[in-house]
């Protein structure tokens, strides 16, 4: 692999290049209109303007970018997160041109993004669930019958779901039928499919997931977990490796599993299994098929450079290590500052004056920043990923304390001052946290 091309903006388009950089292989970036003067532009070895503002016309433009790859000469495509980083027909498209997919099979990525199949498969493949229906609910009356098994709460998913649209709960039969229509509706309107299923509704889970990296000779590792149930409105906003709730014991369980059902599934490349935890039990919801905005934490307690590891498994090179290889040190916190007012979150674009990152012993910022940038309004709020690596959990938040306060974002709004408050908070510091707990304490106004 000579020359890759990333097919993505910001923060992680430089993560990427980055990685390339260090293994000898050249960039390419692709940038709209509204992102010429990007960093992720600035750094490439060379770039290609995609089409306008709008992420349609432009990152999602899968015909501009095959030609700015072909014109090029590139031989591999990197995705990133978000954008097509999970689009089958795209990973399909790349190798269709001969050129490398850095990421799973088109044949994974679809599997996954089907909910139910993929809640199938790792049942199948023996991995625990939250009880529910087997498959897609055809009707109401099944919809009564499945509920009345598993017992209220039950919550209602669309098959094509994921980040929490489409989904409903029903306290009691009562509500089954509002929720049932609902659900279905918002599925037809947000994925073009009305396929539904039910699970039983976990009223305070954390959200835990684990990473998994597989190469093409069987080779399967995982990473250990990261507790992301830190979120407000389905977008997380601070993230752990590991888990305060878990042992060590517990993750080696369940890597166990998760691994054995991968290696079984011939996947290849990154993953995520996003687990719900509640009460000492996982239940498996939805896995991701692409590299996360989160795997910095990961890589601070693994010493692992995951983007390096995704290349090397696509250029079809053995991970080179087993999973007794594979050492947890320390704790690691990321907090996600995006260009959002600290209460209101209203979205905040506009030129930062003044940008300075902060540093010293396991600090790391991922940005794509610089003073005198203009964060254009078209994208995802995320301007800088402050990551904090430390021997214990405790340190680790004292070091987040003292980043943040070195860390200087002017002229737009951030929320950096809501990271603040989190960690000064004595739940938060104990790790006394579920899904829900961000939801009131932005509430409460701290
Ligand atoms: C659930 C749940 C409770 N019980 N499933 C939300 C997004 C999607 N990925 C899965 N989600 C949930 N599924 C059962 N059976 C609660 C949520 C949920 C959630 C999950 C992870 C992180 C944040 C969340 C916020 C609200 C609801």
Not at 38 to 64: Q, W
Not at 71 to 95: C, R
Not at 300 to 320: F, S, T
């Amino acid at each position: 692999m000579k020359k890759a091309l990333i097919a993505n903006r910001g923060e992680i388009a430089l993560r990427v290049h980055r990685a390339c950089q260090e293994m000898g292989i050249r960039t390419v970036a692709v940038h709209s209109t509204a992102d010429a003067s990007a960093m992720h532009v600035r750094l490439a070895d060379e770039s290609v303007c995609i089409g306008p503002p709008p992420a349609r016309e432009s990152y999602l433009n899968v015909a501009a970018i095959l030609s700015a790859a072909t014109i090029t000469q590139a031989d591999a495509i990197h995705p990133g997160y978000g954008f097509l980083s999970e689009n089958a027909k795209f990973a399909e498209m790349v190798e269709a041109h001969g050129l490398t997919f850095i990421g799973p099979t088109a044949e994974h990525i679809r599997m996954m993004g089907d909910k139910i199949t993929a809640k199938e498969t790792m049942r199948r493949l023996g991995v625990p669930l939250v009880p529910g229906s087997p498959g897609a609910l055809s009707s109401l009356e099944e919809a009564r019958a499945v509920a009345a098994e598993i017992k209220y709460p039950v919550l209602i998913k669309a098959a094509a779901g994921g980040g929490g649209r489409g989904m409903k709960v029903a306290h009691d039969e009562a509500g089954l039928e509002e929720a049932w229509r609902v659900a279905r509706t918002e599925a037809k309107a947000a994925f073009g499919d009305d396929s539904v299923y039910m699970e039983k509704y976990l009223d305070r889970p954390r959200h835990i997931e684990l990473q998994i990296l597989a190469d093409t000779h069987g080779n399967v590792v995982h990473f250990g977990e990261r507790d992301c149930s830190l979120q407000r409105r389905h977008q997380k906003l601070v993230e752990e490796a590991g888990s305060p709730v878990l042992s060590a014991a517990e993750r080696d369980a369940l890597g166990a599993q998760v691994t054995r059902a991968l290696r079984q599934l011939g996947y290849r490349n990154a993953g995520t299994l996003e687990f719900l935890w509640q009460d000492g039990q996982f239940a498996f919801i939805e896995m991701n098929t692409r590299l996360q905005v989160e795997h910095p934490v990961t890589e601070m307690v693994c010493g692992i450079d995951l983007v390096r590891e995704q290349i090397r498994i696509a250029a079809g090179e053995r991970l080179g290590y087993g999973q007794e290889d594979v050492r947890f040190s320390g704790h690691a916190i990321e907090c996600r500052i995006t260009a959002e007012h600290p209460e209101t979150f209203a979205p905040s674009p506009g030129r930062v004056t003044t940008y300075h990152a902060p540093g010293g012993l396991g600090v790391r910022v991922d940005s794509a920043l610089y003073s005198g940038y203009t964060v254009p309004p078209h994208y995802d709020s995320l301007v800088a990923k402050l990551v904090v690596h430390a021997p214990t959990r405790a340190q680790a938040i004292a070091r987040t304390r003292r980043a943040l306060d070195e860390m200087v974002v002017d002229g737009i709004e951030t929320t950096l001052p809501l990271h603040r408050r989190i960690m000064d908070d004595p739940e938060f510091q104990r790790g006394d946290y579920t899904i829900h707990w961000l939801e009131r304490f932005v509430a409460r106004g701290g």
